[in-house]
């Protein structure tokens, strides 16, 4: 959570973007979404710090490309800029890899999706079985004919 908050306050004091807009256009959710994990105490997903993560990227390129074409003080202002979006992109990477570790290494995690794992792969099985059954059938009934 704290990654998303540092963002939002770094991009408010820079941009002076609304809560409504980090969430529906940096975080890639709802109007809410913002609120609510600050409303919960809540960790953002991986997916949002994807989201974030390549909101940021998009932005430090744009910036770049920019200033390949600029001179003078314009091209330190977006050199700047650049460089403000390059440590953002670092900070989310970090947070990213936090999580992903964090995650990997629960148990509970990986029980979990071990169970979901084993349930579809079953689904799989089953499926794969009534293919085979039907094909057999036709199998059948085309050599008969």
Do not use: P
Request: proline share 0%; net charge positive; aromatic share 14%.
């Amino acid at each position: 959570m704290e990654i998303i908050n540092s963002i939002y306050e770094q991009l408010n004091d820079k941009f002076k973007i609304t809560k409504d807009k980090y969430s529906t256009n940096w975080l890639k959710r709802s109007k809410s979404y913002y609120a609510y994990l600050n409303s919960t105490n809540s960790e953002a997903s991986i997916e949002v710090l994807l989201a974030l993560y390549g909101n940021a990227m998009k932005q430090r390129k744009s910036w770049e490309e920019t200033a390949k074409h600029k001179t003078g003080n314009d091209k330190a202002l977006y050199t700047a800029h650049t460089d403000y979006f390059r440590n953002i992109e670092s900070n989310i990477e970090s947070a990213i890899r936090k999580q992903a570790l964090t995650m990997w290494a629960s148990k509970n995690y990986y029980e979990k999706h071990t169970i979901k794992c084993a349930f579809f792969m079953e689904k799989i099985s089953k499926r794969i079985r009534r293919i085979i059954g039907n094909l057999k059938m036709w199998a059948t009934w085309k050599w008969l004919k």
